[in-house]
């Protein structure tokens, strides 16, 4: 079993930056993906950043490349997102999951944390 708990999130002017953090408890392998993904009402959920627990190997969806950065502190166990250039459109509920594939599909994430809202003004 593996624990997320995500914070970080609030409320941000748009251009602004937030970082967010993931902290992870339980039986993590080091062969673990750590994802990061966002949720608006009655959308799909969408993939945002991904890195490998143990290489730190990372892929980013096109939509984010350039603004987000996704990073790990394994001492810590935690997997971050540093938001920068944020936009009206970033608004969304965001989570993170460990998986044992690093994947852009949900379905290939085993465990996933509450979520933390950002939200972006314009």
């Known amino acids: 079993q593996v624990q997320l708990v995500e914070s970080g999130g609030g409320l941000v002017q748009a251009g602004g930056s937030l970082r967010l953090s993931c902290a992870a408890s339980g039986r993590i392998s080091s062969s673990y993906a750590m994802g990061w993904f966002r949720q608006t009402p009655g959308k799909e959920r969408e993939f945002l950043a991904v890195i490998m627990w143990s290489g730190g190997g990372t892929y980013y969806a096109d939509s984010v490349k350039g603004r987000f950065t996704i990073s790990r502190d394994n001492g810590k166990n935690t997997v971050s997102l540093q938001m920068t250039s944020l936009k009206p459109e970033d608004t969304a509920i965001y989570s993170c999951?460990?998986?044992?594939?690093?994947?852009?599909?949900?379905?290939?994430?085993?465990?996933w944390g509450q979520g933390t809202q950002v939200t972006v003004s314009s």
């Open positions: 999951a460990v998986g044992r594939w690093p994947s852009p599909s949900p379905g290939r994430y085993d465990y």
